[in-house]
């Protein structure tokens, strides 16, 4: 008998439902809101109205698109967190009602754990034990992962999440939220060593994010003075350098993580995975010896599929939820 899995994913601002069979996606379907670009970041109260007003239509394109009836969901596995609370409530309660009236096993789906097991979405399966830089607008984490379902956080951002900044920079440099895809475009054709700004540098395996943010600011307010077009005419350069600062700091974190735990599988997932410098990166490090895991790009932002296979394992381990589950904003890995 096959499992099918209705999954979906609400924590932030994107509404997304999957049908996993087995541990296959069939479907993914996600929505995002774009009602938060003119406000230059997600207004939660926003967020949480349009999942409501999306989340039976996306559910029922998820669905269609994987050839199913819903009397043939077996299971139904939802996000209890990390996230906003409100738009969290809106995917629980949905699954709650759908769990109860159908009479089938409700999962609780942790989102970090999930970003990380999209890597078994797709072949090359990574083995364990595996590092995972999980990168994304909200957290920024090296997990060690010695199992699909044991995780430990072994580095973290202390202030800003990576994505974080590179929304926040992007702000600063004009782009519309989120800007991160964008500063990565522009920086693409830009020189990479034209500016330097600083890194903070903090021992161990943690991350800072909101230093480098500050320096940006003070630097572009003093250029401003100068010359009120600095930013349209230096933009390719400051992107470039700004992205070069930002993910080397990601990277020399990750290199010092896989030397310390003597492992040389190392994944990325998350948002900022989408990074083409992070990934060149990534992928130089094979002629180091790493075995090195990128999702595809569907499957690093936020999507319902990740969900879908995260309920999955918890499926195989026997891992339910009962119907008083709750949400949980800041639900730990
Ligand atoms: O995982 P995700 O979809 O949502 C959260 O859980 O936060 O990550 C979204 C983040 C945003 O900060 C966005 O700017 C960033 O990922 N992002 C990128 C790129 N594509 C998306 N950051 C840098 N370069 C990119 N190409
Ligand atoms: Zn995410």
Redesign the pocket.
């Known amino acids: 008998m096959s499992i099918n899995i209705l999954a979906i994913e609400s924590s932030?601002d994107e509404t997304s439902a999957a049908v996993i069979v087995d541990g296959r996606v069939l479907s993914n379907s996600i929505l995002s809101q774009d009602i938060h670009e003119i406000y230059g970041g997600v207004v939660p109260e926003l967020a949480s109205r349009a999942h409501q007003r999306h989340i039976i239509a996306v559910v029922e394109k998820a669905i269609r698109e994987a050839g199913t009836r819903k009397e043939r969901i077996d299971a139904i596995a939802f996000t209890q967190g990390p996230g906003l609370m409100g738009s969290l409530l809106v995917g629980v309660s949905f699954a709650k009602g759908w769990a109860m009236a159908a009479g089938i096993p409700l999962i609780s789906v942790n989102h970090m754990q999930a970003h990380i097991l999209a890597h078994f979405i797709d072949e090359p399966l990574p083995s364990f034990p595996f590092l995972c830089l999980t990168v994304?607008?909200?957290h920024t984490q090296i997990v060690k992962v010695s199992d699909y379902l044991d995780m430990e956080i072994i580095g973290e951002t202390r202030d800003d999440a990576a994505?974080?900044a590179?929304?926040k920079i992007g702000k600063l440099l004009g782009f519309p939220y989120?800007?991160?895809?964008l500063?990565?475009k522009y920086a693409g054709k830009g020189d990479a060593g034209r500016f330097v700004f600083p890194k903070t540098e903090i021992p161990g395996l943690d991350y800072s994010f909101s230093g480098i943010k500050t320096a940006v600011l003070y630097f572009l307010r003093d250029q401003l003075e100068l010359d009120a077009q600095f930013i349209e005419k230096n933009i390719h350069d400051l992107c470039a350098s700004v992205q070069q600062t930002l993910i080397v700091m990601l990277f020399d974190k990750l290199v010092q993580a896989a030397d310390q735990a003597g492992i040389s599988e190392v994944a990325i997932a998350?948002?900022?995975a989408?990074?083409?410098l992070l990934r060149q990166r990534l992928f130089e490090m094979e002629n180091s010896g790493w075995k090195v895991y990128v999702p595809e790009i569907e499957y690093c932002?936020?999507n319902a599929a990740m969900i879908g296979m995260a309920g999955y394992f918890k499926f195989m381990s026997g891992e339910f939820a009962d119907l008083s589950v709750t949400p949980d904003a800041r639900l730990q890995l």
């Open positions: 932030c994304s607008g909200g994505g974080e590179f929304d989120p800007g991160g895809h500063l990565d998350g948002g900022v989408a990074n083409s932002t936020d």
